[in-house]
T-cell receptor, first 114, second 115 residues
Framework: AQSVAQPEDQVNVAEGNPLTVKCTYS??????LFWYVQYPNRGLQFLLK??????LVKGSYGFEAEFNKSQTSFHLKKPSALVSDSALYFC????????????FGTGTRLTVIP | EAEVAQSPRYKITEKSQAVAFWCDPISGHATLYWYRQILGQGPELLVQFQDESVVDDSQLPKDRFSAERLKGVDSTLKIQPAELGDSAMYLCASSGQVEVTDTQYFGPGTRLTVL
């Protein structure tokens, strides 16, 4: 079975500070991991994905994520937060040997404080 | 930049009525997905199409939900009759291939409210 956990419902960070949004996963095979962002009353926008190779993945809008196999984690990071980064962030996983659909976490609401 | 189109953006209906949502994927994308997102939760897959064929509809409540993609391009999701518990955001996504590594791109969604 595939699953994703986002342990924090809410993350607050001051503008200009680094931010981290946490994600851990559980799959039976090799994981394919994705991060999406959702603004109010909008669909999900793709940020980045990990398939294979370098554990540090760079994505859109200055975001990056680090894949850690031993800790089964895929945390989203940004060196300097912007107020416009305030949104709902979803981590998702696919199992190489499993279904093709994405399994999403419950989301983390990021608030960047000016 | 190509986008997934969905309509309507908002729909309010009374229970027992029929509703329909439309999705037009990114041009050339063979795979189309319908997800349901309940407030406070992540999206959950309802149905997946590869061209005009259903690949996975195991989570689709078939007694009231139906989906079609007749010509392998745009798609319609229907609910009949609607129930109060169907209030949610309905998201459509598409990807170029059915490969597990492929990125899914989402439309803006249809927010359904059932009264």
């Amino acid at each position: 079975a595939q699953s994703v956990a986002q342990p924090e419902d809410q993350v607050n960070v001051a503008e200009g500070n680094p931010l981290t949004v946490k994600c851990t996963y559980s799959v039976s095979g090799n994981p394919y991991l994705f991060w999406y962002v959702q603004y109010p009353n909008r669909g999900l926008q793709f940020l980045l994905k990990y398939i294979t190779g370098d554990n540090l993945v760079k994505g859109s809008y200055g975001f990056e994520a680090e894949f850690n196999k031993s800790q089964t984690s895929f945390h989203l990071k940004k060196p300097s937060a912007l107020v416009s980064d305030s949104a709902l962030y979803f981590c998702a996983v696919r199992d190489k040997g499993g279904a093709n659909n994405l399994f999403f976490g419950t989301g983390t609401r990021l608030t960047v404080i000016p | 930049e190509a986008e997934v189109a969905q309509s309507p953006r908002y729909k309010i209906t009374e229970k027992s009525q029929a509703v329909a949502f439309w999705c037009d994927p990114i041009s050339g994308h063979a795979t189309l997905y319908w997800y349901r997102q309940i407030l406070g939760q992540g999206p959950e897959l309802l149905v997946q199409f590869q061209d005009e064929s259903v690949v996975d509809d195991s989570q689709l409540p078939k007694d009231r939900f139906s989906a079609e993609r007749l010509k392998g391009v745009d798609s319609t999701l229907k609910i009949q009759p609607a129930e109060l518990g169907d209030s949610a955001m309905y998201l459509c996504a598409s990807s170029g291939q059915v490969e597990v590594t492929d990125t899914q791109y989402f439309g803006p969604g249809t927010r359904l409210t059932v009264l």
